[in-house]
């Protein structure tokens, strides 16, 4: 009889202090919303916060995510957010420019709810932003490019020449001709984001004129990579280092962002009550929020050597938008002795010498 009841006091106590695993499952330490202009299956710009958001859950446990896509970039998005906040959700990712405000007039009707918003400036005590430093980023894309081509012309597609995309081409360009000072590259502009025939057009354009490499700053590179690749020209990508698999033949290299690390020490503060809204920016520094991706299997190890080192001085400070440096009618824009970084990078209102095109 002693036995039997120490055993059953045993088990008692044992029951008592385990918590059962359906009631774990079901109680998730931290519930994450996220909302993206398109979708994710875009293999560009929402489909890297996906991809880090599910990295995240994959390596902290109890988080739950919700998603939601091809969200306005209007006060549409504002009942989207709430319907999170009704689930549960604590932290909240609003990943496209346009979902700023809506974003920030939910947040303060829901003070205890956090938030971190892409490419804004908008700040409160729950409201944060954050977003990834890619106009240096692009200097060891041109030299892949310069490296790579035949033709000496160069294409790049972009949607709407705000600053930060001018300052990309930028970038390419100068990259291009620290290694081949014959190269030029040609601009078109669709003049939106997400018009996959106007991409379409715009890349077989490029192809048409001799670009024999293209790039691209628009939400999808898919349709450009995937014309290209048809015509038999080569391409460099940018917002999902997955976008590689569209282009078997033609893919030269890539740049993608990497939201998780930074997405996951968001969600630890959250979770640890030590949330702290900040405006974040990374590039291509060690766990930065900006990546190279894989090479083509046609890129020479010579070729490979000169990007990962460019990559490599980039990540440890050096600036190309060094002066002098003059546009391409002559000007000087940035003076010797002068750097821009920073907020400067949304104010380049011209193309630097060697690009073909003019801001609009």
Not at 186 to 207: F, P, Q, R, Y
Not at 276 to 301: C, D, I, N, R
Not at 312 to 319: E, H, K
Not at 325 to 350: P, R
Request: include cysteine; proline fraction near 5%.
């Amino acid at each position: 009889m002693k036995r039997l009841g120490l055993v059953g006091l045993l088990l008692v106590l044992a029951a008592f202090l385990m918590v059962p695993p359906a009631f774990a499952a079901s109680t998730p330490q931290l519930i994450i919303g996220a909302i993206y202009v398109g979708s994710v299956n875009d293999y560009g710009y929402n489909r890297s916060f996906h991809d880090a958001l599910t990295e995240v859950a994959k390596n902290l446990p109890g988080i739950k995510l919700l998603e939601a896509e091809n969200v306005p970039e209007s006060a549409d998005a504002e009942p989207v957010m709430e319907n999170m906040i009704q689930q549960g959700a604590k932290l909240i990712f609003p990943t496209s420019f346009g979902h700023q405000e809506p974003a920030f007039n939910v947040s303060k009707r829901h003070p205890d709810v956090y938030f971190y918003h892409a490419g804004g400036w908008m700040q409160s005590a729950n409201f944060g932003n954050y977003f990834g430093n890619t106009q240096t980023a692009w200097y060891p894309m041109g030299v892949a490019a310069g490296k790579m081509t035949k033709s000496n012309k160069l294409g790049f597609v972009i949607g709407i020449p705000i600053g930060f995309a001018v300052g990309n081409v930028n970038a390419f360009e100068l990259g291009a001709r620290s290694v081949n000072p014959k190269v030029q590259t040609i601009v078109v502009v669709t003049g939106g984001w997400s018009d996959k025939a106007k991409e379409a057009a715009a890349a077989n354009a490029l192809v048409d004129q001799g670009c024999d490499v293209v790039a691209m700053h628009v939400d999808s590179p898919a349709t450009v990579i995937q014309t290209v690749e048809a015509r038999g020209a080569m391409s460099i990508g940018f917002q999902s280092i997955e976008a590689r698999v569209l282009a078997p033949k033609g893919w030269i290299t890539g740049l993608g962002f990497t939201w998780a690390s930074f997405f996951t020490d968001v969600a630890k503060s959250v979770i640890a009550g030590t949330f702290k809204a900040q405006s974040v920016h990374q590039g291509l520094e060690k766990g930065g929020m900006v990546a190279v991706a894989p090479f083509g299997a046609s890129v020479p190890t010579n070729v490979r050597k000169l990007v990962t080192d460019s990559v490599a001085s980039v990540a440890n400070g050096f600036n190309p938008f060094t002066g002098p440096i003059t546009d391409n009618t002559g000007v000087v824009q940035i003076k010797a002795g002068e750097s821009w970084g920073g907020d400067k990078m949304g104010d380049f209102s011209w193309y630097v010498d060697g690009v073909v095109g003019k801001v609009k």
